[in-house]
């Protein structure tokens, strides 16, 4: 198993242009998510899906879509990109979540964003 | 929805002492606690977790504890080594089922 793969590894965008990092996943996780990381702020959720079909914001949404056609498949859209976005982006998968359950996020390898 | 606080942000221990590194969460209906170590350029991997009706969990060198009432929990690495040296994030899963992590503590051991 390849488990997640993100592409690309580095990106450099000029303010105003958009793009969509690529998000894979070979376990048949229901669960995925983006987070960025930031120096100091540790890992925040941008967007997650609990399945094909399904998507929902989490804490920083903002200036980011994502879709969920297929279960390996979950990539994240820059609209309009902008320096504040320069950040590393993580893509996770993980099973359903039970409660008390073990909950073990598999993370890519990430991708490096540079707005300038 | 859930606030989970770290500290410290650094901490530097010579090699063979013990580490310590601390959290708090907000919303009591959380129930999982995991801890995730980064090392520099890579992605954040499990080291272990604990569920909230377990006070204490090892593994080797590594231990997590748990404080329900007063929603703290910590992380444990005794007789450090070289390659212990990372970021450490600790994270809690609460009513959203989504998983909140602390703001990160770089670990520093010197040789």
């Known amino acids: 198993n390849a488990g997640v793969t993100q592409t690309p590894k580095f990106q450099v965008l000029k303010t105003g242009q958009s793009m969509t990092l690529q998000c894979a996943q070979d376990?048949?996780?229901?669960?995925m998510s983006w987070y960025r990381q930031d120096p100091g702020m540790g890992l925040r959720l941008i967007h997650y899906?609990?399945?094909?079909?399904?998507?929902d914001q989490g804490e920083v949404p903002n200036g980011y879509n994502v879709s969920r056609s297929t279960t390996e498949d979950f990539p994240l859209r820059l609209l309009s990109a902008a320096p504040s976005q320069t950040s590393v982006y993580f893509c996770?998968?993980?099973?359903?979540?039970?409660?008390?359950?073990?909950?073990?996020?598999?993370f890519g390898p990430g991708t490096r964003l540079t707005v300038t | 929805g859930e606030n989970v606080e770290q500290h410290p942000s650094t901490l530097s221990v010579q090699e063979g002492d013990s580490a310590v590194i601390k959290c708090t969460y907000s919303d009591s209906a959380s129930n999982y606690f995991p801890w995730y170590k980064q090392e520099l350029g890579k992605r954040p991997q499990l080291i272990i977790d604990i569920r909230s009706n377990v006070g204490e969990k090892k593994d080797q060198r590594i231990a997590v504890t748990l404080n329900k009432t007063a929603k703290h929990f910590s992380l444990h690495i005794t007789e450090t080594q070289p390659e212990d040296s990372a970021v450490y994030f600790c994270a809690a899963v609460g009513s959203a089922r989504q998983l909140t992590f602390g703001s990160g503590t770089q670990l520093t051991v010197l040789p």
């Open positions: 996770a998968s993980s099973r359903r979540p039970v409660a008390g359950g073990p909950y073990e996020q598999y």
């Open positions: 376990m048949n996780h229901e669960y």
């Open positions: 899906s609990v399945g094909a079909g399904i998507t």
